[in-house]
């Protein structure tokens, strides 16, 4: 290839001609071809700093990490769009006393503690971060306002705690979970007649069977072969640490005893509730939640609880 140069434009040409017009080759602006290069240095960094290219059941992650907080441990996560939010949601202003609040929550020997004077707006603080963590975690059960589903998932809101309402049991029962357990009538080896003693007693203990020969068989029942005393304790009371229902109070929890119109309807509902029991893993189970909150939320969350109008 001949190099010709154009002397009225001083600009070199490649040497090909089409119908009497040259073809010039203009060299580009040096600032162009720095600045190409650039790119694409840029391009290389950036394709090993951040995630990139999609592969066939992935995608590259790059090396660039971000530290979060998960779980109360802070961890090094690779960056993209989600982990830069998070670290920036937890380095803000509002976050920083969020965590400092979680610190007092978390440094209280005992949870009744929060009453205390010294930890003015912590009981505030729980409230609202508790409200949060509710409706997160336990209205799927437990409704948005604590109102509970007969036979199903308990009321809060009520006074009829089966696992106890004080600050720190509110806080054992969410931390470690918990399964209702009521042993069938079949396991204690009650006949039939017995059954239906002992469901009388047990109406008596709310005032909502008259006491007469039977209830009084059902007594003896209670308190020795049926092994109700266990758990519902020799008043019928309750035993907290058992789970046990208060069966002297007008809450009822899995037996409809107020759409009884006679009687006999309230000792068929009590009967069947004693044959059929509760049976544990399958009736009446609360998870444990101390995999999912840190002991810092589950303490916001049982304070929470606590207000919503039942708590001791």
């Known amino acids: 290839m001949s190099e010709n140069i154009d002397k009225k434009q001083e600009v070199e040409t490649t040497g090909h001609v089409w119908d009497g017009v040259q073809e010039f080759n203009n060299p580009l602006?040096?600032?162009?071809?720095?600045?190409?290069?650039?790119?694409?240095?840029?391009?290389?960094?950036?394709?090993?700093?951040?995630?990139?290219?999609?592969?066939p059941n992935n995608w590259t992650k790059g090396i660039k990490?971000?530290?979060?907080?998960?779980?109360?441990?802070?961890?090094?996560?690779?960056?993209?769009?989600?982990?830069l939010l998070a670290e920036e949601l937890q380095s803000s202003t509002e976050a920083k006393n969020r965590d400092a609040f979680y610190g007092k929550l978390g440094a209280?020997?005992?949870?009744?503690?929060?009453?205390?004077t010294e930890n003015e707006g912590l009981k505030e603080f729980a409230l609202s971060t508790g409200a949060?963590?509710?409706?997160?975690?336990?209205?799927?059960c437990h409704g948005a306002g604590g109102e509970g589903k007969f036979g199903l998932y308990p009321n809060l809101t009520d006074d009829a705690w089966l696992w106890g309402g004080h600050y720190s049991q509110i806080e054992q029962t969410i931390t470690?979970?918990?399964?209702?357990?009521?042993?069938?009538a079949s396991l204690t080896g009650l006949t039939d007649d017995e059954i239906t003693d002992?469901?009388?007693?047990?109406?008596?203990?709310?005032?909502?069977?008259?006491?007469?020969?039977?209830?009084?068989?059902?007594?003896?029942?209670?308190?020795?072969?049926?092994?109700?005393?266990?758990?519902?304790?020799?008043?019928?009371?309750g035993v907290v640490t058992m789970g046990g229902a208060n069966l002297t109070d007008q809450i009822w929890e899995l037996v409809p005893i107020f759409d009884a119109k006679t009687d006999d309807e309230k000792v068929a509902m009590i009967r069947k509730q004693v044959i059929d029991g509760v049976t544990p893993a399958t009736d009446r189970v609360m998870p444990t939640w101390k995999d999912r909150l840190t002991k810092e939320q589950i303490?916001?969350?049982?304070?929470?609880?606590?207000?919503?109008?039942?708590?001791?």
């Not at 709310?206 to 519902?232: L, M, P, Q, W």
């Not at 303490?299 to 001791?312: C, K, P, S, T, W």
């Open 65 to 83: 990490t971000v530290q979060v907080k998960e779980g109360g441990e802070v961890k090094e996560l690779n960056w993209n769009t989600r982990t």
């Open 198 to 237: 002992v469901a009388k007693y047990a109406l008596t203990l709310s005032g909502n069977y008259t006491s007469d020969e039977a209830s009084e068989r059902g007594k003896v029942i209670f308190e020795g072969k049926g092994t109700c005393y266990t758990c519902h304790g020799p008043d019928g009371k």
């Open 132 to 140: 949060v963590m509710f409706a997160d975690n336990c209205a799927t």
């Open 108 to 116: 209280l020997k005992k949870l009744e503690d929060i009453q205390a």
């Open 299 to 312: 303490r916001a969350l049982a304070v929470y609880v606590h207000e919503l109008g039942g708590g001791q």
């Open 29 to 55: 602006p040096r600032w162009w071809l720095l600045s190409f290069y650039g790119t694409v240095i840029f391009s290389l960094i950036y394709w090993v700093l951040y995630p990139t290219w999609p592969l």
């Open 176 to 184: 470690m979970g918990r399964t209702g357990n009521m042993t069938p």
